[in-house]
């Protein structure tokens, strides 16, 4: 559903797991920080509200968007128990072919991630026309993606542990 239509940190509590017991890695971009900074607020926030103790949340910074995928891998490889990764950055389009690179590269490679450990990795990725959009998913007008990616990261694990 498009942003427009729906509130990012639009929820049904009752809907969301307990993350009581749960160790979730951040990784987040440092680049147009002062947008990751408040999705990284949002996830974090939202983490502590079901249940997440304060260190059992793993959070590391990679310079920018591109770098999300090796942060997370690193994160998954080196982190003892791991049960979610959220990956948390902004791209904002811009004049030249870098935006399209960047975003599908991203996309791609927590895919990748996804099919290739067994724990989920959530895409918590702006890809945005202009800083104004960015802004208001990072906790203006269309809620909070760090807040969703928290409530995704949630669930995700819900349904893994489901099958195990």
Same mark, same amino acid.
């Given at each position: ?31 147009? !920080?002062? *947008? ?5 607020? =949002?996830?974090? @926030?939202?983490? &502590? /509200? ?49 935006? !399209?690179? *960047? ?5 791609? =490679?927590?895919? @990748?991630?996804? &099919? /290739? ?48």
């Amino acid at each position: 559903m498009a942003t427009e239509l729906h509130n990012l940190s639009s929820y049904n509590a009752s809907d969301v797991p307990d993350g009581t017991g749960k160790r979730i890695g951040i990784v987040v971009s440092e680049w147009n !920080t002062n *947008v990751t900074t408040k999705l990284l607020e =949002g996830a974090y @926030e939202t983490l &502590l /509200k079901f249940g997440v103790k304060p260190e059992d949340i793993i959070i590391d910074s990679v310079p920018g968007s591109f770098e999300l995928t090796y942060g997370a891998k690193l994160l998954i490889e080196k982190v003892d128990i791991l049960h979610a990764v959220i990956a948390l950055g902004c791209v904002i389009q811009g004049e030249t072919p870098h935006f !399209t690179y *960047v975003c599908q590269s991203v996309t791609q =490679g927590i895919t @990748e991630l996804n &099919l /290739k450990y067994n724990i989920p990795v959530i895409f918590g990725l702006l890809t945005t026309n202009s800083l104004e959009q960015a802004k208001a998913r990072a906790g203006g007008r269309h809620g909070n993606k760090g807040d969703e990616a928290a409530i995704t990261a949630l669930k995700m694990i819900a349904l893994n542990e489901k099958y195990r």
